[in-house]
């Protein structure tokens, strides 16, 4: 008699979400247990229940910006280049996790049930923003009044678009991130930072 297929933990989770996002919170059970080559019942056994199994799939998770803004202001880079680069990871991890939230929100769940941590993610993605932003204004890079407003401008700005392109695609959220970023960056803050200088022209002999 042949054993039933060893799965991982890991490939339950991203059966699970794949389903889940493709069908939405009320996706059976069973078509998870087939995409995985299982039954029902085994797959019941390895995660309770299929609420479990949703907010394991979905959970949030830490914004994966905060390790490069958790080092502070890089010497060999602007801060605006900086900033721009942060945003733009946090964009691809908004774009990757915004629907996750949804199924999350519509779910027996709840979004505020299932979505509960100590440090909510935008939260935390905020602190550190906030965090770098003063480290960068005490260092004399950039003339800042208050980095947390910064902050919170930055973070609300960039999750909007995120939001709004999930909606509505890209109509709702024209123009491109990373120059609209820019000018919100330029916008809300002034780096102190001289200008590179530009490259003396040859003059062509006469």
């Known amino acids: 008699m042949s054993r039933p297929p060893r799965v991982t933990d890991l490939q339950i989770d991203e059966a699970a979400r794949a389903v889940f996002l493709a069908q939405g919170p009320s996706a059976p059970l069973q078509d998870i247990a087939k995409r995985l080559g299982i039954s029902q019942p085994a797959l019941l056994h390895r995660v309770g229940t299929k609420e479990a199994l949703m907010a394991r799939a979905l959970r949030p998770v830490p914004p994966t910006a905060l390790a490069l803004l958790e080092p502070g202001p890089r010497a060999n880079a602007s801060i605006e280049a900086q900033l721009l680069e942060a945003l733009l990871h946090h964009r691809d991890f908004m774009r990757q996790r915004v629907p996750w939230l949804f199924v999350l929100h519509y779910s027996a769940l709840g979004g505020a049930r299932a979505m509960h941590l100590d440090t909510p993610p935008p939260v935390a ?69 001289a200008p590179a200088r530009k490259k003396p022209l040859k003059r062509t002999p006469r």
């Open 125 to 193: 993605l905020r602190e550190g923003l906030t965090k770098w932003l003063t480290r960068a204004k005490r260092a004399g890079r950039v003339d800042l009044a208050e980095p947390r407003v910064a902050a919170e401008a930055l973070c609300g700005a960039l999750e909007a678009r995120c939001f709004n392109a999930h909606v509505g695609g890209a109509t709702y959220a024209p123009g491109e991130d990373e120059a609209v970023l820019r000018q919100l960056i330029r916008v809300l803050m002034t780096p102190a930072e």
